[in-house]
């Protein structure tokens, strides 16, 4: 037995029994490997030190009231971090190596996969960096991939209820033909100036707008935006911004239930125009947004005025959460069962 108060979890790193380990050398990756260390050897010329090669992926597995674990729509992970990988000229890692590590992580760590009925769930972290050693601007010729897992409550601290939002202009996340649409630490490095400011002033997270012309909404910090407009779901494109695997899932869903789904560019005004918005990724699922203060002018865009979540907003998390702990029928093939 764990003694994890699981309904009480906050989303952070809990020590588990083991991770999962892979390396790439002399042409070839290796097998997985379990270890319980949670620390390891790195070069110090390694290239995920000196160069930014290293990027990541966050994905979730869930109890069933069934008694079983599933991992939601790992293969778009998987591909996603390829993505990834080849954004920064690392080492793919091949399909059918990425699942075996990331159930070999799960099974061995099967206690701390969070009952069923307590919000929470097992936030699964894959890993890709740079281990070889390099002096000088070019890829490594070494690579490591690593899975670890931690039992995880909602993302912020209030759960599935409206929170505060500072959009920001005067901090990029990314370039327009940067990283943005790559999961890679950078990016997180240059939204962090932003995002602590806006936690000493009072606010959760934050908008960014897009760093070419300052007028379109990019990002909500670590995750997607979307808005509610009559019957419309309405999501921001753009290449700096991460394909987010919620997003997308929340797209068909929002498509079953009757919306249309209008991906493009959103300028900054439209925000008075909204019925409902929020963020949406895979740590928060989806946190509604309660006001947005622009903080170069003053401007305050307030939503949820009764303090509650959107009606729209509450039907897409229901039926999201539904399929992913099992409780509506998975229509579109997203969930694997790990035995």
Same mark, same amino acid.
């Given at each position: 037995?764990?003694?994890?108060?699981?309904?009480s979890?906050?989303f952070?790193?809990?020590k588990?029994?083991?991770n999962?380990?892979?390396?790439?050398?002399n042409?070839?990756w290796?097998?997985p490997e379990l270890?319980?260390?949670?620390?390891?050897?790195v070069?110090?010329?390694?290239t995920?030190?000196?160069?930014?090669q290293e990027?990541f992926?966050g994905?979730?597995?869930?109890?069933?009231?069934d008694g079983?674990?599933?991992?939601? =729509?790992? =293969?778009?992970n998987?591909?996603?971090?390829?993505?990834?990988?080849?954004g920064i000229?690392m080492?793919?890692?091949?399909?059918?190596?990425?699942?075996?590590a990331?159930?070999?992580?799960i099974i061995?760590?099967?206690?701390f996969?969070?009952p069923?009925g307590t919000?929470?769930?097992?936030?699964? =972290?894959?890993?890709?960096?740079?281990?070889?050693a390099?002096?000088?601007?070019k890829?490594a010729k070494?690579?490591?991939?690593?899975?670890?897992v931690?039992p995880?409550?909602?993302y912020?601290k209030?759960?599935f209820?409206p929170?505060?939002?500072?959009?920001?202009?005067?901090y990029d996340?990314a370039?327009p033909?940067g990283?943005?649409?790559?999961?890679?630490?950078?990016?997180?490095?240059?939204?962090?100036?932003?995002?602590?400011?806006a936690?000493?002033e009072g606010?959760?997270?934050?908008?960014?707008?897009?760093s070419?012309e300052?007028i379109?909404?990019?990002? !909500?910090?670590?995750?997607?935006?979307?808005a509610?407009k009559?019957?419309?779901y309405?999501?921001?494109?753009?290449?700096?911004?991460l394909?987010?695997?919620t997003?997308?899932?929340?797209?068909k869903?929002?498509?079953?239930?009757?919306?249309?789904v209008?991906q =493009?560019?959103?300028?900054?005004?439209?925000?008075?125009e909204?019925?409902?918005?929020?963020? !949406?990724g895979t740590a928060?699922v989806?946190s509604?947004?309660?006001?947005?203060?622009?903080?170069?002018?003053?401007?305050?865009y307030?939503?949820c005025?009764?303090?509650?979540?959107?009606?729209?907003?509450?039907k897409?998390?229901?039926?999201?959460?539904?399929i992913?702990?099992?409780?509506?029928?998975?229509k579109y093939?997203?969930?694997t069962f790990?035995?």
């Open positions: 037995m764990t003694g994890i108060d699981w309904k979890l906050p952070g790193y809990y588990t029994n083991y999962v380990r892979c390396y790439y050398t042409g070839k290796s097998e270890s319980n260390s949670e620390f390891m050897n070069h110090i010329a390694a995920g030190l000196h160069y930014g990027a992926e994905m979730k597995a869930f109890m069933g009231k079983k674990i599933r991992l939601f =729509r790992w =293969r778009d998987a591909a996603r971090m390829n993505s990834s990988a080849r000229v080492q793919e890692i091949p399909e059918e190596l990425f699942y075996k990331i159930t070999m992580a061995n760590n099967k206690e996969v969070p069923y919000g929470a769930s097992l936030y699964i =972290r894959p890993l890709l960096f740079g281990s070889g390099e002096v000088g601007v890829p070494e690579y490591t991939f690593v899975v670890f931690t995880v409550g909602p912020f209030e759960g209820k929170v505060d939002f500072q959009l920001v202009r005067d996340r370039a033909h990283t943005g649409h790559i999961k890679v630490g950078g990016n997180y490095a240059a939204s962090l100036l932003a995002i602590v400011r936690h000493n606010y959760n997270s934050v908008v960014f707008v897009d070419k300052g379109y909404i990019d990002e !909500c910090g670590p995750a997607n935006f979307f509610i009559g019957d419309k309405i999501t921001p494109k753009s290449n700096s911004i394909p987010s695997i997003n997308k899932s929340l797209m869903i929002a498509e079953e239930i009757g919306l249309k209008e =493009r560019p959103v300028r900054v005004e439209e925000l008075v909204f019925d409902e918005v929020g963020a !949406c928060a989806i509604p947004i309660k006001k947005i203060a622009d903080r170069s002018n003053g401007i305050v307030n939503f005025k009764d303090g509650k979540s959107g009606p729209v907003s509450t897409l998390f229901n039926k999201l959460q539904g992913q702990y099992g409780d509506e029928i998975d093939g997203w969930i790990v035995e």
